[in-house]
């Protein structure tokens, strides 16, 4: 049996090591999109009408079974459907991913020293799939047919609305239920389609062991992001990350809510060690908080530089492959400076977890002005644990003090238990500070 | 007496309605609106109503109207650069002097002022989507909207452009095949609200005659639609406004009312000669 998965391609996601020193605290741990199952990535390029959309998905299964339908704004020729790099994908996406950052108390007795200490993330492992034949097509209303490096890109017929629904039940892939209603919409709101299938023999010939980002380049007045046919076959929620990259500034939903979440937060210390766990847990609580209709802003910066930098900023050459039309094909070949530093290039990452009914329409997009950094930042600040030449009483008792205040705010940011969290802090000086919701007389003749 | 003749004035509960909601979009919905520009746009708006009714030699200073023009654009407008906010500021009150035909002003302040910024500069714009969709708070809205109408005995300018709008965003479902959640969920728009109560009613850049405002509500409707969802470009009802506002002189010369004065709501009815 043939399976449709829909909007974008699959692709399992693959994550780099990076190591980055920053100007204050240091980069431990990030929050990168493999966190999440079942996530999609999209770069969204526009300036004007121009845009370019580089699409991966973290699809997991036979290729030979894989067709993925893409709604396109605009007809398309095949000079504007192009494959793109993985690795850039994931650089971007390691560039911008929330992070952790770590800071250690001075020594208590020496008020002005401090000692700072770097980490790295760990390694995650690569998923590769195993590839196979793509079935041929066979279909009637087939307006053009080309292979694309590894893909058979099949551009239909728009002429009648149900050519593309006809040549895929030919073609015996699954349709999800209701994918005619959307298609029929897409179709009556001027959008068209086309089929991208994998051409195993194509693959292998490549060499590639993992499905390759599909580019489309295109012009249109629309700044959107179809995601109605990606609900129909979706079990629960799906998970997209948007990366837009625009000359002037932040880029956000016109038809939901965009929504930063809480950052520049202090952790407790042993979120270092949870910190996929504590980042998913704070996103669904802020989706819950939201009534689950809430676009989240992660990364709002501009392209030219980080702080602290989870990975490098992009290079020119990096975002040419991106689509950044607008910078200079001089500056995407200069190799000889170490850093290239990219202008006008603002990269703003939105992350959302979506369904039928929460997100009833398409995502509609607008660019702002607004060039206001912003990043998903969070601290643990690491008590002083040496030896101790003075009295320090008084230090630990502010330390309990933080140590508790942390302990409320993780418990209000991720709905865990306060107990749970309070039981993993190794609190200053061993003393429990006392429990403010515990009621008064449990403490009378302790 | 003098207090009371205040209280008939709808512009007090206009006020007071625009900064509960300022209050509900810092507070609760996190806006990100700068105190920096609030008191920019705040104190230009009153030096500019200052200066414009000494220069046209207006009998008394009064600064209400520009009171709400200043709260209408603290809530619409964004920008990082307070100068564009009292660039705003400027535009929106100097535009009811300098902008006349026949003895009114041709177009809603805010509205002019949003409209000329995001023209000319791409470090200002409006956020139509961060009011969000919650049911409850666009009810909110409504109803707290619908007190100042009501004083303001102008809720067809309100109720046509409403009724207008959903007829085609319905219409354009039916006819795409959609599901009826997807017109609910464009209509469930805080901004959308917001310009039907606040923005598009205003009495004093509506037609004078009842049919006229209709028609004319039903026509910034259409241009709405049109730009948002043929031309697929935001803030459609602000831009329709802006357009179709040229048009109200024509009207007016078409169908004869009552030239609307804040300080007597109370101008059309019973106790004054008819057609005055």
């Known amino acids: 049996m043939k399976y449709l998965i829909t909007l974008v391609t699959a692709l399992a996601t693959v994550m780099v090591t990076t190591t980055a020193q920053a100007f204050c605290g240091f980069y431990v741990a990030k929050a990168d999109t493999s966190l999440f199952n079942r996530a999609s990535q999209v770069v969204l390029v526009r300036d004007d009408d121009r845009t370019v959309i580089t699409m991966a998905n973290d699809f997991e299964g036979e290729v030979e079974d894989f067709a993925v339908v893409i709604p396109v704004p605009t007809r398309i020729e095949r000079e504007q459907i192009n494959v793109g790099d993985r690795a850039v994908i994931q650089h971007l996406d390691a560039y911008t991913s929330p992070r952790l950052v770590e800071y250690h108390d001075g020594n208590p007795c020496h008020r002005y020293e401090l000692e700072e200490r770097m980490k790295s993330d760990a390694d995650l492992p690569a998923a590769a799939a195993q590839l196979r034949r793509s079935a041929k097509s066979q279909g009637v209303t087939i307006e053009a047919s080309y292979t694309v490096g590894e893909y058979d890109i099949l551009i239909l017929s728009a002429k009648e609305s149900s050519g593309l629904i006809r040549w ?8 999800p239920r209701g994918a005619k209603r959307v298609v029929d919409s897409y179709l009556g709101q001027g959008m068209r389609f086309f089929v991208a299938k994998v051409n195993v023999e194509e693959q292998s010939k490549l060499g590639y062991q993992y499905l390759r980002p599909l580019q489309v380049a295109y012009e249109s007045n629309k700044f959107m992001l179809p995601i109605r046919l990606g609900t129909l076959n ?36 042993f979120v270092e060690g949870e910190f996929a766990d504590f980042y998913r847990d704070m996103f669904a609580r802020q989706t819950e908080k939201e009534n689950g209709r809430a676009v989240f802003l992660e990364y709002a910066w501009d392209m030219a530089w980080c702080d602290p930098c989870a990975a490098d900023p992009l290079s020119s050459k990096e975002l040419r492959k991106l689509g950044v039309f607008w910078i200079d094909e001089r500056d995407a070949r200069d190799k000889r400076s170490i850093v290239p530093q990219a202008q006008n290039v603002f990269v703003t990452r939105l992350h959302v977890s979506y369904d039928a009914e929460h997100f009833p329409e398409d995502l509609m997009f607008q660019e ?21 030449s003075c009295d320090i009483t008084q230090y630990e008792a502010s330390v309990r003090e933080r140590q508790e205040r942390e302990a409320q705010l993780l418990a209000s940011m991720t709905g865990w238990d306060i107990g749970d969290i309070r039981k993993k802090i190794p609190f200053a000086g061993g003393i429990q500070p006392a429990n403010e919701n515990e009621p008064w007389w449990k403490r009378i003749w302790n | 007496m003098v207090s009371i003749s205040r209280l008939r004035d709808p512009r007090y509960y206009q006020v007071a309605v625009l900064a509960t909601l300022l209050g509900i979009g810092v507070l609760a919905l996190d806006f990100g609106i700068h105190w920096q520009n609030a008191v920019a746009i705040l104190l230009t708006a009153q030096a500019v109503q200052y200066l414009g009714t000494r220069l ?78 919650a049911a409850i708070g666009a009810f909110g809205l409504a109803c707290l909207g619908f007190l100042v109408l009501t004083r303001a005995k102008r809720a067809e300018t309100t109720i046509a452009f409403l009724i207008g709008y959903a007829a085609l965003l319905f219409g354009r479902a039916l006819w795409l095949g959609d599901p009826l959640s997807i017109p609910v969920h464009q209509l469930q728009n805080g ?86």
Request: charged letters at 15%.
């Open chain 2, 56 to 133: 046209a030699g207006l009998p008394r200073f009064d600064p209400l109207s520009a009171l709400i023009t200043s709260l209408s654009l603290t809530l619409l407008l964004r920008t990082e650069l307070p100068l564009l906010a009292v660039a705003a500021a400027m535009i929106a009150i100097g535009s009811k002097f300098l902008l006349r035909v026949r003895g009114k002003h041709v177009f809603n302040p805010a509205n002019v002022a949003l409209v000329t910024l995001m023209l000319l500069s791409d470090r200002a714009w409006v956020s139509s989507g961060q009011w969000g969709s």
């Open chain 1, 368 to 388: 702002t002005g607004d060039r206001q950094n912003y990043q998903g930042r969070y601290v643990i600040r690491h008590p002083w644990k040496g030896e101790a």
């Open chain 1, 168 to 175: 895929l039940n030919d073609n015996d892939y699954k349709l």
């Open chain 1, 234 to 269: 979706a079990k629960g929620k799906q998970e997209l990350y948007v990366y837009a990259l625009t000359r002037t500034g932040r880029v956000e939903t016109t038809n939901y809510r965009t929504v930063k979440l809480p950052t520049n937060v202090e952790v407790p210390e």
């Open chain 2, 191 to 276: 901004a959308l609200l917001i310009f039907a109560f606040f923005m598009i009613s205003d009495p004093k850049t509506t037609p004078n005659a009842a049919r006229g405002r209709v028609a004319y509500a039903l026509l910034v409707a259409t241009v709405a639609f049109t730009i948002q969802f043929i031309f697929y470009q935001p803030n459609g009802p602000i831009l329709a406004l802006i357009l179709c506002a040229p048009l109200v002189p024509v009207i007016d010369a078409l169908l004869q009312g009552t030239h609307y004065r804040w300080e007597k709501p109370d101008a059309h009815s019973s106790a004054h000669p008819k057609g005055v």
